[in-house]
């Protein structure tokens, strides 16, 4: 009794996968198709750059590969910090970043306070620690060297690298660890200064025509994409 019930499973089930095969051309032919987009199919939400944002100058600026570095010397841009008024840039920057500032001569900044951008610290200046604030180029000259300050007149060089728009008074030991890094490679600790320097630096490239390289434009976008509206710096 038994294996005659065995065996009936067997042909009932046979006889069913034949109908089931064969009628599954025709089920497929009849479902409709089913329309369904995975989020990874989705094509990317590109946000409008509103007008005079870094965002909108980051967009126009040239991607393209690194030149080779080349030829490069700090002399390329100048011997040291330009004199202006009988007054050196550096002196410049610092009376403009500083606080409670004194002076030694009519130049020379003698003592200062620093609210660090880059770190978010309060840093004191004295000529005692001078090496704890330096001035930063926000793009660091070998960096423009190598995506297009080479094609640039010494002049014009010079006018970069004492250009107020690309210099920071900051930390000196961020400053020492930034060396001649690019956005892809460095950014400021303080995440709420991030997007006003990159906003700086694409100020630069832009009034100087240097270029970007792709991992760098990538990084300044994922920065701006976080606040769109950021202006360039007016210096």
């Given at each position: 009794m038994?294996?005659?019930r ?5 042909i009932?089930g046979?006889i069913?996968l034949s109908?089931?095969?064969?009628a ?11 329309d369904?987009t ?16 870094a ?13 080779p570095?080349?030829?490069?010397s700090r ?7 330009a ?5 050196s ?5 610092m ?6 500032v ?16 880059y ?11 001078a ?5 930063d ?23 970069l ?10 930390s ?6 930034k ?38 434009r ?9 606040c769109?509206?950021?202006a360039?710096?007016?210096?």
């Amino acid at each position: 009794m038994r294996r005659r019930r065995a065996t009936l499973i067997l042909i009932g089930g046979s006889i069913l996968l034949s109908l089931l095969a064969g009628a599954m051309p025709k089920l497929i032919e009849e479902s409709p198709a089913l329309d369904i987009t995975f989020p990874w199919q989705q094509p990317a939400v590109t946000q409008p750059a509103p007008a005079g944002s870094a965002l909108e100058a980051l967009n126009t600026l040239e991607v393209k590969g690194r030149a080779p570095k080349t030829g490069y010397s700090r002399d390329q841009f100048g011997s040291g910090w330009a004199t202006v008024n009988g007054c050196s840039t550096r002196d410049i920057i610092m009376f403009r970043d500083l606080t409670n500032v004194v002076l030694s001569d009519e130049c020379s900044v003698a003592s200062g306070t620093l609210n660090d951008t880059y770190t978010g610290e309060v840093i004191e200046f004295t000529k005692a620690n001078a090496s704890a604030i330096q001035i930063d180029h926000v793009i660091a000259l070998s960096d423009a060297w190598q995506t297009g300050a080479q094609q640039l007149s010494a002049q014009t060089r010079q006018q970069l690298a004492n250009d107020p728009l690309e210099l920071i008074a900051v930390s000196g030991k961020q400053n020492q660890i930034k060396s001649d890094a690019n956005a892809a490679s460095w950014l400021p600790p303080n995440k709420a200064f991030r997007c006003e320097y990159i906003a700086r630096q694409v100020a630069v490239k832009q009034k100087y025509t240097l270029w970007v390289i792709p991992a760098e434009r990538d990084a300044m976008l994922n920065i701006l994409n976080t606040c769109p509206t950021q202006a360039l710096p007016q210096v």
